[in-house]
């Protein structure tokens, strides 16, 4: 993402970023009160935003975590997933759900598309699950915010005894039959990156119902030490000692961060509202242009909108999606494309040998789609801007 110095730039022409993280007066005295405190590590405000976190999802247990990548590779890990274990997960997403499979020296199964929902095609799950051996876990992406068919997934998973880690870094606070993501597979990660739906600058989340997984994340995510920092500088043990059970890893949060986050998730309806009320008021003016709009939330279920995606109707168009990203900024504003499908990647494409044609929805959705700006602290002129640019650039380039 390209940041631009606003200053430098006149009150009309201000360049409209993509994303913009929405810290309040709370959080920046949260995070003064910890600064002040003596304590900045892992401590009393990551178990109150742990705590926070677990009773508002509605699970036994939240891990916070210093990224969402880390809470995927904790749940995969708290799994057991090994070398000769598959792990089938979208091509149609951030690197982050893939890679976490590779540090556990497993191999990703990847899967097409549904070009509507830009979930997983769970009709490809079945095939990829019988022609081939080994396959243990399925990792579900929720992209955009727009909740994978769960229903459909877990019933697979129970056919064949296979575990559910749900990528939910779009899905706060999406729903699925009612339910928040996080209610539904075996463990669910969360992302607080800068330009997530809420954040701590960096900084993840994994909560799961059963309590041997809790119990081997909180171990792995610091060092392999079979108790925290903090329960060490209050547990009744000599100050000085600890265990070490496991080669663990660094991924604990810091109280620092949790201290944007338990402010952040007090205000998740509110920034969702206001998400989801641009995404109404982008979907009400493009009708009747050369686009295709992403798809809502069943009825009774919510959308988190974090992403706003829309796909250019090529074949009316005189334009690339590339041209379009370039006008949009010409006139001032930032998009984004979500996602370069892995297997386009480099490092994906050559390790497993692939052929851009081998995920042939995901390749179409990828030369059309845009990411639109759709963050809390837009002004309705903001969003009217963009919809005159949209509008504007559609309509000159027609065919
Ligand atoms: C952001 C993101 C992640 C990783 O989250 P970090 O907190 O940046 O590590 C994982 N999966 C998806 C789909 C994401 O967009």
């Not at 909740?147 to 729903?175: F, G, Q, W």
Request: glycine share 6%.
């Amino acid at each position: 993402m390209v940041l631009y110095n606003q200053n430098s730039m006149s009150k009309s022409k201000k360049f409209l970023p993509f994303a913009l993280p929405d810290i309040g007066e709370e959080e920046i005295a949260e995070v003064v009160d910890t600064l002040k405190s003596g304590w900045l590590t892992t401590g009393r405000k990551t178990m109150q935003f742990e705590k926070a976190f677990a009773e508002l999802i509605g699970v036994k247990h939240a891990l916070a975590l210093n990224s969402g990548t880390a809470a995927l590779h904790l749940a995969l890990e708290a799994l057991g997933v090994g070398p000769e274990d598959k792990v089938i997960t979208s091509v149609y997403t951030f690197t982050a759900s893939a890679e976490i499979i590779r540090y556990l020296e497993a191999e990703p199964l990847f899967v097409d598309i549904n070009p509507e929902t830009f979930n997983l095609d769970v009709n490809l799950l079945e095939k990829t699950i019988r022609e081939n051996q080994n396959v243990k876990v399925i990792i579900p992406v929720h992209i955009a915010g727009q909740a994978c068919d769960m229903n459909r997934i877990l019933e697979i998973a129970d056919r064949y005894s296979l575990k559910v880690v749900e990528d939910a870094a779009h899905a706060l606070p999406t729903t699925f039959d009612q339910k928040f993501i996080g209610n539904h597979g075996d463990l669910t990660a969360y992302s607080f990156y800068a330009t997530k739906t809420i954040t701590t600058g960096e900084g993840g989340m994994v909560v799961t119902d059963n309590g041997q997984y809790a119990e081997r994340i909180r171990t792995m995510r610091l060092h392999g030490i079979n108790s925290d920092v903090f329960d060490r500088y209050t547990s009744d043990k000599p100050k000085w000692y600890y265990e070490v059970v496991a080669p663990g890893f660094k991924y604990n949060m810091t109280d620092v961060a949790a201290s944007l986050g338990i402010h952040q998730l007090n205000r998740v309806h509110d920034f969702q509202k206001k998400r989801a009320s641009i995404a109404r008021q982008y979907t009400d003016a493009f009708q009747n242009l050369p686009l295709k709009l992403p798809v809502v939330a069943r009825p009774a279920d919510t959308h988190s909108w974090h992403l706003y995606m829309i796909q250019l109707d090529l074949d009316q168009l005189t334009i690339s999606r590339d041209q379009f990203i370039e006008f949009m900024s010409e006139k001032g504003i930032g998009t984004s494309v979500h996602f370069i499908p892995l297997h386009l990647q480099p490092y994906w494409r050559d390790r497993y040998g692939f052929d851009s044609k081998d995920f042939p929805k995901a390749l179409h959705v990828f030369e059309r789609v845009v990411s639109l700006p759709i963050y809390t602290r837009m002004t309705d002129e903001q969003v009217d801007r963009v919809i005159a640019a949209v509008r504007k650039i559609l309509s000159n380039h027609r065919i």
